[in-house]
């Protein structure tokens, strides 16, 4: 008999400390989307101090399962856009939050190319030196001379070809 109230007993313990723990657990769901309200695809959403990391969907929704109660910080990255972070408290009900995030601008600084008489220079040069200053060398055409890059590292003038 004895034995069967300790088995009784922990069957009891047991259903009642699953519950607790089950009631301790909610989800924690939601949709980022950019200014004009668009959903953001493949947006990476993790909770801060956690190795909880997910991509939103085609929709912009993601959900975490079995979040533990307390207060945590919901991060949301993309490339493009600002980062974002915001607290949420998970406390016995699932939680919903919109995310928005905003377009982060990039400003680049100007790439020269190439100084359009030092590449006259250049091709005047390897015309001379690879097709040749005779009658038959003058008379050849580089019909896409615009694919030719030179590179005059070293004091040599050393042709490349640009692919595209």
Known sequence: MRTLLKFLFFVTLSIVATGALAQSRNDVSGIVTD?????????????GGSDRVMPTGEDGRFKFTGVSQGSFQLSVKMLGFTPLTRNIMVQGAPVNVKLQLTVKTNVLNEVKIGNKRAVNINLRLFKEAFLGTSANGRQCVILNPEILTFSTKRGLLWPGLMIF
């Open 35 to 47: 200014e004009k309200g668009e959903p953001v695809k493949g947006a990476t959403v993790f909770i």
